[in-house]
């Protein structure tokens, strides 16, 4: 027959044991500014991760300090307003997060027209980290995909920026 404390302590060491195996289903996006473009970014990876059926959790972050190792599974870095590069102060998160192969750079381009994705694997550009870059251009789905038609051009972009970026995401351990 067990005795009390070896019964307390089977529980702590399955309990133990069980959070050891368990990964974090929250992402981070971390954003600069509340601004417009980065609002409506963050609403629409949001509601395709949900129309995707994404196990995942998107959490926007603000302040890059607040990010703790091990707290996400994921930590998106979402680089808007910028015709080129990365705005400094989250250059330098990226540049001070240890484990690079936790982010991803999302770059929305201002004033961008072009309606392609580039994906971009981890490289001094990205400053070690893989990069997905897409046009800030925005019409919505458009009228006829109300209807059932096709989605605007603009809006298909956008939905394969998301994919990417999942896709990243779920190729991380």
Request: glycine share 8%; charged share 20%.
């Amino acid at each position: 027959m067990f005795k009390p404390i070896s019964l307390l302590m089977l529980a702590l060491l399955v309990t133990v044991a069980g959070a050891a195996g368990t990964t974090s289903k929250k992402v981070a996006i971390l954003y600069n500014g509340k601004t417009d473009v980065n609002s409506e970014a963050i609403h629409f990876m949001v509601k395709q991760f949900e129309s995707n059926q994404s196990p995942y959790q998107l959490v926007p972050v603000e302040d890059g300090k607040s990010i703790q190792p091990g707290t996400y599974k994921a930590i998106l870095v979402l680089n808007t307003g910028l015709k080129t590069g990365i705005s400094r102060s989250l250059a330098d998160f990226i540049t001070s997060w240890k484990n690079k192969s936790e982010i991803v750079l999302i770059s929305i381009r201002k004033d961008s027209k072009k309606i392609t994705v580039e994906s971009t694997p981890a490289s001094p550009a990205t400053l070690g980290v893989d990069g997905i870059t897409a046009a800030s251009t925005w019409t919505g789905r458009g009228f006829s995909a109300i209807f059932g038609g096709k989605n605007t051009a603009e809006y298909d972009m956008h939905v394969e920026w998301v994919k990417r970026v999942q896709a990243l995401i779920n190729k991380m351990p």
